[in-house]
């Protein structure tokens, strides 16, 4: 267990938290990391690793956003949440065409749900002058840029910028604006950010968390949207697997649903236990 | 050795399929199996079953001109127009998207699709035929190679959230561009030795207005990443530049076949290189 290996972090909403359970169980494990590809919430988890700081103050920040817009994002919730809900009670089909509707108007009228009003302040609190060459691991970070119609690495420049393009996930949160980019998070194509990897990576160790899939019967219109979507991109990324040497498929983690920020705690936990369980079933270079 | 066609997705720039198969036939080149998604399964049922270009173009006149196969996309349109008409478009597609499965029935989907299939099934077809779609239930794609044609190509044509999903059996079924827009695989599995497949390129609207239309482009590149594989994975490839057109406007067919015409021929030299190389 000699060699370095580059680790490829992702995970879609707040189940990118578990990210934290991973770097605490390879760290503690002695395992040697080169450089960190990142996408979504584990872009910032693995910038914080990077600096050597822990991750209790983004924990807080997570935890607090999703507790003040929980109201605002009822869409989000109806797009993994009520999909694996029991179905047919009147109410609940009340407040579901609400949520629906919610969620509808708001990418009609603006670019998303919510503005970066509320998450700014903290991850400037956070980040602050902090740049990528601050960093003890290299680090990665996966994005859409908008402008060039393609999945890119960021690499250099203002850890805040592309922290908040990681988590500009399209729908929620606006897209990001750096020079001449413009910037979203790529886990909406692909919740592992694989597409970049290059034969100097290797070996290259990927940690999947893996969600259920909820295509059965759907209901409405934006079921039938985010059905559509779940199945290209894990499409997309089964075949980008093969660019991986070694795979971490965390058991347990399906029944975290991706807005539930009450479960952080017990997904940072399972994906810790994960992760030691499957190294010791692994032999690394 | 058996040559196999295989016709992408692409709404009405599809209608270049036709203008490719003519050039295709002209050259004398030999087709003994096709498949096709959505737009392309359509041509490609027509061409299997009618093995003559001539036919198929009056046919597609003849929809064209009876059958009102545009479709309105309300996620598009809401964005045009005066502004109280914008606003009354958001209301209205909020309250479909959040009500129902899809902003428009398969009602002049069906006429149109009689006109060009009849009553035929998929057995009756002069060489054999596959429409591709997807089953959202199951996460997967469906080959359907059996039953009436219009049956198996209505589900390939299916643009989720546009039009309902169709039921077969435990099945629901989509446009099968979710997963094979450029079904060249399937074709592979059916026996195909020889893959000539044909892509309909496109232009994205780069410029989003709203959430929505990012959606939407974050849609086209994973699709774009999912036909560069698939065509990968054939031996010849056409590529149609069909990026100036409207993949929901059906009238300017005759431009489209001229476009799909041509880009075909420019490259016959070479796929008969190619296929004299493969022995057929």
């Known amino acids: 267990m000699s060699e370095p290996i580059t680790l490829v972090l992702g995970g879609t909403g707040i189940k990118g938290i578990a990210s934290i359970g991973v770097l605490q169980s390879l760290h503690s494990h002695g395992i040697k990391i080169k450089k960190i590809i990142a996408a979504g919430i584990s872009a910032p988890i693995s910038a914080q690793f990077a600096l050597e700081k822990g991750p209790d103050t983004l924990i807080y920040a997570f935890t607090r956003f999703f507790e003040e817009n929980y109201g605002s994002l009822w869409g989000l919730e109806q797009l ?42 903290q991850i400037n609190q956070i980040f602050g002058d902090n740049t990528f060459s601050d960093l003890k691991i290299p680090l990665a970070v996966s994005v859409i840029d908008l402008k060039q119609g393609k999945n890119i690495l960021v690499q250099e420049g203002k850890l805040y910028d592309c922290m908040k393009a990681s988590m500009a996930f399209p729908g929620i949160l606006p897209p990001v604006s750096v020079g001449e980019m413009e910037l979203v998070s790529s886990t909406i194509y692909c919740d592992l950010p694989l597409d970049n990897i290059t034969r100097n990576d290797a070996p290259v160790l990927t940690v999947d968390l893996p969600m259920p899939f909820v295509g059965s019967n759907p209901r409405t219109l934006l079921e039938i949207i985010s059905i559509v979507d779940d199945i290209s991109s894990r499409a997309i990324k089964e075949k980008l697997l093969a660019n991986t040497d070694y795979l971490f498929r965390l058991e347990g983690m399906e029944k975290f649903r991706w807005g539930d920020y009450h479960q952080i705690p017990n997904i940072v936990e399972q994906a810790l236990i994960e992760t030691d369980r499957l190294l010791k079933t692994l032999t690394l270079p | 050795m058996k040559v196999g066609l295989c016709l992408g997705g692409g709404g009405s720039r599809g209608y270049a399929h036709i203008g490719a198969i003519r050039a295709l036939t002209e050259a004398g080149i030999k087709i003994d199996i096709v498949n096709g998604t959505s737009i392309g399964a359509i041509i490609g049922g027509m061409y299997a079953l009618y093995l003559d270009v001539d036919t198929m173009t009056a046919l597609v006149k003849k929809v064209v001109e009876s059958v009102p196969v545009n479709h309105f996309n309300l996620f598009r349109h809401s964005t045009e127009g005066p502004v109280f008409l914008q606003n009354w478009l958001t209301e209205a597609v909020c309250d479909i998207a959040a009500l129902n499965m899809s902003i428009q029935s398969h009602r002049n989907n069906l006429k149109a699709l009689r006109v060009l299939f009849g009553e035929h099934r998929f057995e009756d077809t002069k060489i054999p035929f596959s429409a591709i779609a997807t089953d959202i239930n199951a996460g997967e794609t469906v080959i359907i190679k059996r039953g009436k044609l219009i049956d198996g190509i209505l589900a390939s044509a299916s643009i989720p959230a546009i039009f309902p999903p169709v039921a077969r ?71 149609v530049d069909m990026s100036q057109f409207d993949s929901s406007h059906f009238e300017n067919y005759i431009v489209a076949m001229e476009r799909g015409y041509t880009a075909a021929q420019k490259v016959i030299p070479l796929l008969k290189e190619k296929l004299e190389k493969a022995n057929v």
Request: with cysteine; charged share 25%.
């Open chain 1, 80 to 121: 993994s949440g009520l999909l694996q809900s029991p179905r047919g009670r009147v109410g609940d089909s009340f407040s579901y065409f609400l949520r629906e509707r919610t969620y509808c108007q708001a990418n009609f009228q603006n670019e998303s749900v919510l503005s970066w009003q509320k998450l700014e302040p």
């Open chain 2, 169 to 239: 059996g435990k099945r629901l079924l989509v446009d099968g561009f979710v997963l094979a827009n450029i079904p060249v695989t399937q074709l592979r599995r059916q026996g195909a030795d020889f893959i000539i497949s044909i892509e309909l390129l496109e232009s994205p609207n780069t410029h989003h207005q709203n959430g929505v239309d990012l959606l939407y482009y974050v849609e086209y590149l994973k699709r774009q990443k999912l036909d560069q594989w698939a065509i990968e994975q054939s031996d010849f490839h056409i590529r």
